[in-house]
């Protein structure tokens, strides 16, 4: 499955906020089963915002392992170029924060009834 998906980043003052458009590819091993999400910075999809930078050196994969226990182990590796010097403090922030903030926020999404029955046609379950 494949699509594109729009992320800003509300980074705190001085430092402009930052967006990615990224081309996501959604695959699933037919015989472990593991989910695998492929998302590459693309140009040319959405208009630039101004007083937005917007970044266009990304890769991020995610690897989604569905484990015995009904819990699902999930990796999340990301290489972003963030189109300027950040200061280090900033750069802390996003290399440590942003994954976890991100593991939280979809531990928190997927307990939400409204996900709780869907089926997609490219997902098996065990």
């Known amino acids: ?53 917007r970044l266009t050196e990304a890769q991020v994969n ?21 189109a300027s010097l950040l200061p280090g403090w900033i750069t802390n922030m996003l290399l440590v924060d942003s994954p976890y903030n991100s593991m939280e926020g979809l531990r928190k999404r997927v307990k939400l009834k409204l996900y709780q029955e869907v089926e997609l046609a490219y997902i098996h379950e065990i």
């Not at 091993?29 to 208009?47: F, H, I, R, S, Y």
């Not at 995610?62 to 990301?78: D, I, K, R, Y």
């Open 1 to 53: 499955m494949e699509n594109y998906v729009h992320t800003i980043t509300d980074l705190p003052w001085p430092v402009k906020d930052r967006d990615l458009v990224s081309h996501v590819i959604w695959q699933q091993d037919p015989e472990t089963l593991v989910v695998t999400m492929q998302g590459n910075a693309t140009v040319g999809k959405l208009e630039e915002s101004e007083g937005i930078v």
């Open 62 to 82: 995610w690897e989604l392992t569905a484990l015995e226990n009904g819990s699902v182990n999930v990796v999340l590796e990301a290489h972003i170029n963030p």
